[in-house]
């Protein structure tokens, strides 16, 4: 009967990495999977690492394989990928949006969200009004 060999016996976090990726809204599964995608930190990638994927709208994840890899590229599979685009997902962030308010409070508060049950400001001076929806996006993703 064959025995494995003691040295081929090792704790993964020796031998491969485990890397989170949060990529920005609009990027698809295939977009990851190019194998130029990832050019600016392939170095720092070897076979069988793992990639954990998340994108800031909340919509989908994904966990990866890496295949092989070079300077410049890194082929990659996907092990599982989920749809997080459920109705009670969406349900549940609209209602949460509903919660806050974002308005204009002047040179210096600028764009603020506001909460709106107290009309508390949880976050001030935003540049416009798309980085206040960004930041409320983000906000309501990790409450």
């Not at 081929?8 to 990495?17: D, G, K, T, Y």
């Not at 749809?83 to 949006?97: F, G, I, K, M, W």
């Not at 798309?130 to 983000?138: D, I, K, N, P, R």
Request: glycine share 4%; proline share 3%.
């Amino acid at each position: 009967m064959m025995k494995l060999d003691v040295t081929r016996f090792s704790l993964a976090e020796q031998v491969n990495q485990g890397w989170t990726v949060t990529v920005e809204s609009g990027t698809t599964l295939q977009d990851v999977l190019q194998p130029e995608f990832f050019a600016n930190v392939s170095s720092r990638l070897r076979p069988y690492d793992r990639m954990y994927v998340r994108i800031d709208t909340g919509e989908w994840y994904a966990e990866l394989l890496v295949l092989s890899c070079g300077r410049v590229w890194a082929k990659l599979i996907p092990v599982f990928t989920l749809d997080l685009t459920t109705q009670d997902v969406e349900v549940s962030q609209a209602d949460a949006a509903d919660r806050y308010l974002i308005q204009y409070r002047g040179p210096h508060l600028k764009f603020c969200v506001i909460r709106r049950v107290d009309k508390a400001p949880i976050k001030e001076q935003l540049e416009n009004k798309a980085e206040a929806q960004a930041w409320l996006s983000s906000y309501l993703l990790t409450t």
